[in-house]
């Protein structure tokens, strides 16, 4: 176990790739262990072998083609029009964007890819400062996996056996809480930057965009509403997101034919690079079950901490901590087994958790050494990592603080799958 876990951190230290750091760490306890190296093949296999994992490449390809459709401007403008007027204005479409788009891709990084570029360039040639645009086009991007569809809500469904359809809709208010957080630190910076105030657009003017944007804008609500009325399953629902996607690009012309190869082959670099490190860590899990590492925690965290409140003190504390040193697509298989167990034995719903583990895990995305929203921004706007993640700071504590309170009312997470899906926890 010493030198399995030795190796896992040479290995992460050196920059290995996190799926063959996995892989690595898990063969060297089997040799150790003198088990057939067929059980690790065996236990890969098995971690990709489940059916609501087919949403991921489909959810990827929808996002992709949203991207690439520029359905993205059209979102942009839509979101201008409703709320470009406040105090604020851009800054706060460029929120309300990102939770429409959330319920498009699942994704941070797509949001901050795709719709980034639109909502920067309009935050600048309006007189907002680059810093301000930068920081809160990261803050709002993480909005993207809480808001359903989300891809990192499908692995730990998985994972944790927790019902996909309820893990999905409990996003949802979370989501939108996450907005309005972001909209009040917005209004408040905006005040104290004087930045000007447009006037609100006419009837005329928001009927054309909002027409416009309309087919874009019924691709959350057919999601939503496919999956809460029982239409499709949540797998399902991530082939009717593509497909729609790629009916719209067309019809709006912002999607050629000629872009269809250049799409394919980044949504199959993408899933196997998501595949393989699910694989990978489905192995690494199954070395920790083996080890006993679920039971010896929880027994640790029995006997050390007996109050519920602090337990969720200390969950949080430790995921935000392997957040800002793991990717979510290999914290989510790895630590799910051997966290659910001790947040069950503390009364926790395991969807309630689930959020929680989730929410933590994105807020690392905003934060060095392996944030990739913070990578993806400096690339775009030729800053340095740490300064980007230095201007978004103020709104990574805002963010945290509304995760504490979604971990201690846990109504905010479980109200809407109990009133569709009843308690069944």
Known sequence: MILMGLMFVVLLVLGAPIGYTLFASSLLYIVIENLPLSVGLQRMIAGVYNFPLLAIPFFVLAGNLMNVGGITKRIFRFADVCVGHIPGGLGHVNVFASVIFAGMSGSAVAD?????????????????DLDFSVAITAASSVIGPIIPPSIIM?????FSGASLGRMLVSGLLPGLLMGVVLSIMVYFHSKKKNYSVRKRVGLKEF????????????????????????????????????LYALILGFITHGLQIQDIPKILTETIHVTANITWIIACSSLFGWVLTHMSVANTLVSAFQGSISN??????????????????????????????VLVPVAVSYGLDPVHFGLIMVLNLILGLLTPPVGMVLFTLAGMNRMTVLHVARITFPYLIGLIVLLYIISFVPQIALFLPNLIYGNQF
Request: with cysteine; aromatic share 8%; hydrophobic share 60%.
């Open 112 to 128: 901050a890819a795709g719709l980034g570029v639109v909502e920067i360039q309009a935050m600048r040639e309006a007189g907002y």
């Open 154 to 158: 499908v692995v730990y469904s998985v």
């Open 207 to 242: 009927l054309t965009v909002t027409a416009d944007a309309a087919p874009a804008l019924m691709t959350p609500v057919i999601l939503v509403c496919g999956i809460i009325f029982g239409i499709f399953t949540p797998t399902e629902a991530a082939t009717v997101a593509a």
């Open 308 to 337: 519920k409140f602090i337990a969720i003190i200390v969950l949080n504390i430790c995921l935000l901590i392997v957040g800002v040193f793991m990717d979510n697509s290999a914290a989510v298989p790895i630590f799910t087994p």
